[in-house]
């Protein structure tokens, strides 16, 4: 197949549009099922770079959600405990495959975000994780490959309608990339640069102890970050990206973003959220959603207006600001990663605030030194990469 015709751009009004290779060979994709959109290939594609770049860095399977050409979160094939499986809502499931527990752990990192996500495989699609897509509300996936098993629940779900996309694992894009803006070709070297424990051996701080399992998840920040629209800054925890703040013009708004999200997901384990008992008839996408609403300050609006009894069986005590400042105290041994250096020390203050004890950033800012004494203050460890990762 050398194109593939669009039923639309970006917007419905944006015709005709199409995807086909430039120099008239084929595509190195097959459509098992369903009609993928534009944005749907734009995100299939940027999150198969991401996925099959984390899997070659880490040496496991790898995984992740995928939402407006940004990843809403990602992770690698680690087990989960029994608090993150309760929190990811897959506690009910057998025992998960590592690539069932990638996709588990990226579309747990932030559940409204991955609502009608794209997902990316780095491998072949499995039964055991097209019985967890199955369940959830996604846009399709994209892999290497499908178990026959597999392929028969994905082709299901949607009535047929779903989208499956099979990428050629040894596809190599050329060393150019284009794009056109306003009717201006831009052209740039593809961003090549490989990530791995090399970009951690200049750490400037006083404390320079980052165990193995902080440099496997500061890779997976950074891996993640090079797909994520630029500014950005990625927190990661045990192999899964739990926050990430995309494509904001002030750092400082990427690291508060970034870090109420990796504070929703912790807030997410807290026994006073484990403990919510839902009504019966209640769907996953509106559990989501009162969990979000239970954490947030406007949960005593919930709770004056009497519509908590449409969503628990029992109207649940308020999550207290104290409480929850009590539990996200408990957080640490959170990683860190920028996209670009850190201007000022107060993105380091408002890591700190949410368990970050490892930063890897590119440095080379006028104020580097406030940064790394901010980070001394709190005793982190950080390293200068060298290297920004911008996406546009």
Known sequence: ???????????????????YMSGGE??????????????????AFNGWQLVKELKEAAGLPAAASF???????????LPLDSVLARACWIDDLEELS???????????????SSFGDFICLSDTCDVSTA????????????????????????????NGKYNVIQIDPD?????????????????????????NEDLLKNVVTKNRDIPDSARLDLIISLITLKYTQSNSVCFV??????????????????????????????LRQSPQVLELSFVDEIRRADRDNAIDTYIGEDYMDVLADGRWESIFKVKPDVFTQEEKRK?????????????????????????????????????????????IETCDQYGMAMAFTGLRLFHH
């Open 327 to 371: 539990w996200l105290d408990s957080m640490t041994g959170v990683s860190l990663g920028s996209d670009a250096f850190f201007p000022f020390g107060d993105n380091i203050d408002r890591a700190y605030k949410s368990g970050v004890k490892y930063v890897a950033q590119p440095g080379g800012s006028v104020r580097d030194d406030q940064v």
């Open 131 to 158: 019985r967890l897509i199955k369940r959830e509300v996604s846009d399709g996936v994209i892999a290497p490959g499908y178990e026959p098993g597999a392929l028969q629940i994905l082709n299901a779900k949607k």
């Open 171 to 195: 596809y190599e894009p050329e060393p150019l990339e284009k794009k056109q803006v306003y009717g201006i070709t831009f052209e740039q070297g593809r961003n090549e640069q490989k990530i």
């Open 237 to 266: 925890k045990g192999g899964q990206a739990i926050g990430i703040g995309a494509g904001q013009q002030s750092r400082v708004h990427c690291t508060r973003l970034a870090g109420n999200k990796a504070d929703n997901w912790f």
């Open 67 to 77: 939402k407006h050409v940004s990843p809403a979160g990602v992770g690698v094939g």
């Open 98 to 112: 590592p690539l069932a527990c990638a996709y588990a752990r990226a579309r747990g990192a932030d559940r409204m």
């Open 26 to 43: 084929s595509l190195p994709i097959e459509v098992l099922s369903g009609s993928p959109g534009y944005i749907n290939f734009l995100d």
């Open 1 to 19: 197949m050398k194109e593939l015709q669009l039923k639309y751009g970006c917007n419905p009004n944006q015709k005709p549009s199409r995807i």
